[in-house]
């Protein structure tokens, strides 16, 4: 079985910063890619970030230039470097993983469980 925990949310004002941090454990397979998400308070949950094992990343537009995905293949940890916060970042944000046995098996799909970050004055 595999498992995400998540850390780093929290609360901050306009223009600031946090990071994510995301860590994978259990059997992972070389090909995968991890993922943010988030679910904003009464909407539906959508793409933040997304890294390849490959190191291809690829970003929301509503968060281009200002958040940055990266990841430590090692410890299988990706983070989330969120920069200029606005209050419309706030949400709840999932870590999501997909890995797969080759690239054109089924993946299998794992979710952490979520933390919060809001923006507020």
């Known amino acids: 079985q595999v498992q995400l925990v998540e850390s780093g949310g929290g609360l901050v004002q306009p223009g600031g910063s946090l990071r994510l941090s995301c860590a994978a454990s259990?059997?992972?397979?070389?090909?995968?890619?991890m993922a943010w998400y988030r679910q904003p308070p009464g909407k539906e949950r959508g793409l933040v970030a997304r890294?390849?094992?490959?190191?291809?990343?690829n970003y929301a537009d509503s968060v281009k230039g200002r958040f940055t995905i990266s990841r430590d293949s090692a410890k299988n940890t990706v983070y989330l470097q969120m920069n200029s916060l606005k209050p419309e970042d706030t949400a709840v944000y999932y870590c999501?993983?997909?890995?797969?046995?080759?690239?054109?098996?089924?993946?299998?799909?794992?979710w952490g469980q979520g933390t919060q970050v809001t923006v507020s004055s």
């Open positions: 259990g059997r992972i397979f070389s090909t995968n890619s």
């Open positions: 890294i390849t094992s490959a190191g291809t990343t």
């Open positions: 999501k993983l997909e890995t797969r046995a080759n690239p054109i098996a089924v993946p299998y799909i794992y």
